[in-house]
C-alpha cells in the first residue's frame, strides 16, 4: 500500500467517523428543538388530557360522523368513547396500565378482553409525550433517516422502532417548525403487515402545551379524519373510568 492510498483511506476513515458523529448531534438537536415547540417539559407534569371532537369516515353506506372523547394518563392509562349517533351507540375501549378491555353494544353489554396486538399496541402508545420524549428511558430506538418531503415542507425523517416489537414507524418532522407533519407505521396485526399514514395539522397551543387538532389517518384503502373540537388539561382525572365492570 502506497502512502497516497494509506493517507486517502485515512482521510476517508475521518470523514466516515465525522459524518457518523455530526448525525448523533443533529439528531439530538432535532430532538431539543421538537421538545422546546411542543411544551414537553410542561406535558410531563399534567395528571392527563382530555380530547373531544368527531371522526369522520367513508363506509359501504356513505360517509359517517362519529363522536369521540380520549383522555390519556400520565401514569399510561386511556380511555376512549365513540358514539355513533345514528345508531344510539357507544363504544368504550379501556386500558388501566396492564389490562385492555372493550364494551362494544353490538356484541353485548360486558367488557371483552382486548385482542393482545392491540393490547401491545396501546402498550406503546401508553406515554402521554409519545415515543420520541425520553426514547432510551422508555425502550425506544430512534435514529436519523435523513430529510424527506411532506405536502412540499422539507421534513427529518426519524425511524422509530420499540425494543422487542416488529413494529416499526418513521416520524417526519418539519424542518423549520419541528412539529410532526407525518408518521409512517407498520404494524402487525394477527400475523399480517398493517400499514398506516397519519398526517396531524392544525397545531395551537393549550396552555404553553401544542396540540394537533386535526388527524388525517390512511391504512388499508380506507381513509378516516378526526377533528378536536375541544383539548384540555386535566389536573386530576376520574379514575373510576379505568374501573373494569
Known sequence: MNLFTKRFLTLTLSMVAMVSLSQAQTLESILASHYEV????????????????VMNMETPQGPMELEMKNIKTQDGKS???????????????????????????????????????????????????GPLYNYEENGYKVSLEGESDVDGSPTFKLKVEKEGSENVSYYHLDQEAFVILKIEQSNFMQGQ????EVFPGNYKAVDGIMFPFSMETSAGGQEMEMIFDTIEINEEVDQSLFEKP
Not at 417539559?41 to 373531544?52: P, R
Not at 385492555?100 to 402498550?123: R, T
Not at 403487515?193 to 398506516?196: N, P
Open 79 to 129: 380511555f376512549s368513547e365513540v358514539t355513533i349517533p345514528q345508531f344510539g351507540m357507544t363504544v368504550k375501549t379501556v386500558f388501566d396500565g396492564e389490562e385492555g378491555w372493550m364494551i362494544n353494544p353490538m356484541q353485548g353489554e360486558k367488557a371483552q378482553p382486548m385482542p393482545e396486538e392491540a393490547l401491545e399496541s396501546v402498550k406503546e402508545q401508553a406515554s402521554i409525550a
Open 38 to 53: 411542543m411544551g414537553y417539559e410542561k406535558l410531563t407534569k399534567v395528571a392527563g388530557i382530555t380530547m373531544e371532537g
Open 193 to 196: 403487515l398493517i400499514e398506516a
